[in-house]
């Protein structure tokens, strides 16, 4: 959540645009799932300008979010579900530049051996082709645990945690993938704060649970948290020269983070 923030805050990584939500044939949960055509809408009030969507146009109508037939709005997925099929939907919204997503594969699974679907470029407005399910949309950052470690700091069982976090991105532009790697380049010091998982503002349907909108500085106001004290960026320029390249038109970075906390795991 927080380098997702800080890129769509700091980095303005977004664009608005109207389109419709075409039926697709799969169900979620029960529900009718209606594809868009983008992954990765912004969810978060707190970017200013940024168009958080809360309700879609059905035959017409507007409805919220908790309003029959709309059932949930996944904003990773790009979906809308709903109770009835065979409806006209659409919506306006925000659309992330990068979809940031949790991963655990290796990076030469993520760099070598995925391959990856251009997001639509279409004129905002004329945007009806929905995308597919399960696919994959770059530019996409995805970030990675990498380990951490525990060293004894000062007595009393104060140790310093050192936590390891890799950013693998893949831009479509050496442009965009150099204007990410140097914002968070620069982010060497900022303090990252440390919420609860009860604070995940996601249902199962990955909508907002009971239709409250999240808002990310009203929940981490007040937050404990921890500092970066190490950031490091590296290219990966060879990959556009591989024979075997399944995503010719992307470009490739890495971006580690190591984060500190200073904590007394030993005290109960």
């Known amino acids: 959540?927080?380098?997702?923030?800080?890129?769509?805050?700091?980095?303005?990584?977004?664009?608005?645009?109207?389109?419709?939500?075409?039926?697709?044939?799969?169900?979620?949960?029960?529900?009718?799932?209606?594809?868009?055509?983008?992954?990765?809408?912004?969810?978060?009030?707190?970017?200013?300008?940024?168009?958080?969507?809360?309700?879609?146009?059905?035959n017409g109508a507007n409805y919220n979010l908790g309003q029959n037939p709309l059932s949930g709005i996944n904003y990773s997925e790009g979906q809308i579900y709903l109770s009835s099929g065979s409806l006209n939907v659409s919506g306006t919204y925000s659309v992330k530049e990068f979809n940031v997503l949790m991963t655990s594969q290796p990076e030469e699974v993520l760099l070598f051996e995925t391959q990856y679907v251009r997001r639509n470029k279409t004129p905002a407005g004329s945007l009806k082709d929905s995308l597919k399910e399960n696919t994959i949309t770059y530019p996409v950052i995805f970030i990675k645990n990498n380990g951490s470690t525990n060293d004894p700091w000062a007595f009393g069982g104060t140790d310093e945690t050192r936590v390891d976090f890799r950013a693998i991105v893949i831009a479509?532009?050496?442009?965009?993938l150099d204007a990410v790697c140097s914002l968070?380049?620069?982010?060497?010091?900022?303090?990252?704060?440390?919420?609860?998982?009860?604070?995940?503002?996601?249902?199962?349907?990955?909508?907002?649970?009971?239709?409250?909108?999240?808002?990310?500085?009203?929940?981490?106001?007040?937050?404990?948290?921890?500092?970066?004290d190490r950031v490091s960026v590296s290219k990966i320029a060879g990959v556009r020269d591989r024979e075997n390249n399944i995503n010719p038109g992307s470009y490739y970075g890495l971006i580690d983070f190591e984060l500190v906390k200073f904590r007394q795991p030993k005290q109960t």
């Open 172 to 176: 479509d532009s050496q442009y965009t």
């Open 1 to 58: 959540m927080w380098f997702d923030h800080t890129l769509l805050s700091k980095g303005e990584a977004y664009y608005n645009v109207t389109t419709a939500f075409p039926a697709n044939s799969s169900y979620v949960n029960g529900f009718y799932a209606y594809n868009g055509p983008y992954k990765g809408l912004v969810y978060d009030s707190s970017i200013a300008g940024a168009t958080v969507m809360t309700g879609v146009t059905i």
């Open 184 to 228: 968070f380049r620069d982010r060497n010091y900022d303090n990252v704060p440390l919420i609860d998982t009860t604070y995940n503002p996601f249902n199962v349907l990955g909508s907002f649970k009971s239709g409250v909108v999240f808002n990310y500085d009203k929940i981490t106001s007040g937050k404990d948290y921890c500092m970066i």
